[in-house]
């Protein structure tokens, strides 16, 4: 009862959250946050994403 996610979505949402993981590694943040982000992302990987472009850590 998931959604599932397929085709180039599923290529796009890949690279879009291989990005933001690298992207969330180089922050100056936390490595507690830098974890959470990461799990988040992971463990959620459409939601994850939007709310890491949304609240994620910044620079």
Same mark, same amino acid.
């Given at each position: 009862?998931? &959604?599932?996610?397929?085709?180039f979505f599923g290529l796009v949402l890949l690279v879009l959250d /291989?990005? =933001? &993981?690298v992207k969330t590694i180089q922050s100056h943040a936390s490595t507690t =946050?830098? /974890? /959470? @982000?990461v799990v988040a992302i992971l463990l959620l990987p459409l939601?994850?994403? &939007?709310? @890491?472009?949304?609240f994620g850590p910044k620079g």
């Open positions: 009862m998931g &959604i599932e996610v397929g085709g /291989v990005m =933001a &993981i =946050a830098k /974890v /959470v @982000w939601l994850g994403l &939007i709310l @890491w472009f949304l």
